[in-house]
């Protein structure tokens, strides 16, 4: 791997589900964190907009009620917090900062933090990841994904290099530590971004090249040979780049996209037996593409939209079922088609076609579940904190056998009165949808937005959310830890985290801050404690109003410029499930 590799194209994030950093450019910063509280609100109900009910194809567990709301699972200040679906398994991942050698010393990053999600909540930590095994010449900016099979197949999708000219690689954990893989053993200038798990138990790699990012296809693991391009580039496609992927156990692989980086759009289908594959020129660009057990279509826009169909290994052109532009493409188990035109959901059933309007406002981002019998629309609307979360969905809706209902989005759990924005749904079954997404708060003293927090949810409540990234003025030495919630309505006391301690010392009476509060109104019933919280040692004040709470961390900013303190709920019940263990109590009045 050599420095020489350039930028990968932004039509391969397409294909990726890139996730943009909402943060304007930047150079890198070590991870850091605030988190989000779980809303009781109950789903704000949308009327059903088609006389016909759709009966899940996959009805949800009986003894659980459907999903009403999207509820924090981790949460905090952690750059590059993602949630990935492996299989049954969810794996979460984040961490990003300064990198390579010339920063900190080669191997010397270990906040590359990768956790399995348990079914209680908690998280099974993985071997971090050492920049000196996988990328010991650009070093790693941050992981973009968990994929693969687990747990003998396992692979971390990696960006690497610096903001300005990040390149793809993979590593793969072989049960002890993550090695870097290069599929072709070439060492070239390709970025491999993504794996699938393909056919005979093998894993496809798929990449893209340094000009024009065309498409590449490596197997890393197992016997098969990847697909090839050369039906593709037969078309006049000398660099045929992908934006649309799908790659299935069976074989099947289907890819749309454009060519050398702009012009017509082409649509292939490769199987295993046939390493070739078909392709053809098609009028437009690729909208959505999508497959099941049996059935494929692809959705086109352009000046002559089309839906086509997989019928005998042929593509046969479909009259869409209604006006306007195309917008979305999902399959049901049975293999029937639901397109989004403009603002109507059209579907089909046998031979005919319904259609209803979908509900809420804004830009429509993703509708998911569908093949799973429980479909979820996610949708632009109220802009929440910022302009940029409009175009990443503000609001959520399922459909159920009564119509459209809407779902809650969980408020932040760290970080008081703070509404997130989801920015990607995941779906591992029938009403389990995961979730990322982000809010930003601000730095005390400035007028603008200054942290980017980002959260997982899930649509089942957790036993507790869990904590990960920057607490005050550090990184928690944990990748996730239990914490407090924030201070909602319910809360009688606070908790001011207002030093962050590396070890205690006995001797250390704070007499300086303790001077400096002294004339704070209302300390009475107040105490000054060192605490342990998510296994780091803290100075903190218990307080009764926020006032006094704001006041603490006034003055404890003074004394350490440029560092967080937080708020957190102070009640008994709250600090002993989020294990909170006191240090010892000092006395208020100044020595």
Not at 79 to 90: C, N, R, W
């Amino acid at each position: 791997m050599t420095t020489t590799r350039r930028s990968w194209n932004l039509a391969w994030c397409a294909l990726l589900a890139c996730r943009p950093d909402p943060t304007p450019a930047q150079p890198p910063e070590r991870p850091a964190a605030v988190a989000a509280r779980t809303s009781d609100d109950a789903a704000t109900p949308v009327p059903a907009a088609v006389d016909t009910p759709v009966e899940p194809a996959v009805p949800a567990t009986p003894s659980e009620p459907p999903p009403d709301a999207m509820h924090v699972v981790v949460e905090g200040r952690c750059t590059g917090l993602h949630a990935s679906l492996v299989g049954d398994e969810v794996f979460v991942t984040h961490g990003a900062g300064y990198t390579g050698a010339a920063m900190a010393g080669p191997g010397a990053r270990h906040d590359l933090v990768i956790g399995r999600l348990q079914p209680d909540g908690t998280v099974e930590s993985l071997p971090p990841l050492v920049e000196s095994q996988v990328a010991p010449e650009l070093g790693v900016y941050a992981i973009d994904g968990v994929g693969g099979r687990w747990p003998d197949q396992l692979y971390l999708q990696l960006s690497v290099g610096y903001r300005d000219s990040a390149t793809g690689d993979l590593a793969r954990f072989d049960g002890q530590k993550w090695l870097a893989v290069d599929p072709t053993g070439k060492r070239d200038t390709t970025a491999w971004q993504r794996v699938y798990p393909w056919y005979d138990n093998s894993i496809l790699a798929v990449g893209s090249s340094d000009y024009y990012a065309a498409t590449r296809f490596a197997v890393t693991r197992g016997r098969p040979q990847g697909p090839k391009l050369g039906a593709i580039t037969k078309l006049g496609c000398a660099e045929p780049m992908a934006t649309r992927l799908i790659v299935r156990e069976d074989g099947d692989v289907f890819a749309a996209g454009r060519c050398d980086g702009g012009g017509p759009s082409w649509l292939a289908r490769w199987t295993k037996d046939d390493r070739d594959g078909k392709a053809r020129r098609i009028d437009g660009g690729v909208v959505g593409l999508a497959a099941v057990d049996g059935a494929a279509f692809a959705l086109f826009d352009g000046t002559s939209p089309s839906l086509l169909q997989l019928r005998d290994g042929d593509w046969v052109k479909l009259a869409l079922p209604g006006k306007g532009a195309p917008r979305l493409l999902a399959l049901t188990a049975a293999g029937e088609p639901w397109v989004v035109l403009d603002d109507q959901l059209h579907r089909r059933e046998g031979d005919a076609w319904s259609s209803e309007p979908l509900p809420g406002e804004g830009a429509i981002e993703e509708l998911v579940g569908v093949e799973q019998g429980t479909p979820w629309l996610r949708r632009g609307g109220t802009p929440v904190d910022s302009p940029w979360n409009e175009r990443m969905g503000a609001r959520l809706f399922r459909r159920g056998a009564q119509g459209w209902s809407e779902i809650t989005i969980a408020a932040a759990a760290f970080t008081a009165d703070k509404r997130i924005g989801i920015d990607r749904l995941l779906v591992r079954g029938p009403d389990d949808i995961w979730a990322e997404g982000h809010y930003f708060v601000k730095r005390p003293g400035k007028q603008k937005a200054s942290k980017t927090n980002r959260v997982v949810l899930h649509s089942r409540a957790p036993l507790a959310p869990l904590r990960c990234g920057d607490v005050v003025d550090g990184p928690l030495a944990q990748g996730f830890a239990r914490w407090p919630r924030a201070v909602d309505a319910h809360c009688t006391t606070r908790m001011a985290l207002l030093f962050h301690q590396g070890a205690w010392d006995d001797g250390n009476d704070y007499g300086k801050l303790r001077r400096a509060i002294a004339k704070v109104e209302g300390l009475d019933g107040a105490r000054l404690l060192e605490v342990e919280v998510g296994g780091e040692h803290f100075l903190a004040a218990t307080v009764a109003t926020d006032a006094t709470a704001e006041a603490l961390m006034a003055k404890a900013r003074k004394q350490r410029p440029y560092k967080f303190p937080e708020v957190v709920c102070g009640d008994s019940e709250e600090l002993d499930g989020a294990g909170v263990v006191v240090h010892r109590e000092l006395p208020l009045a100044p020595p």
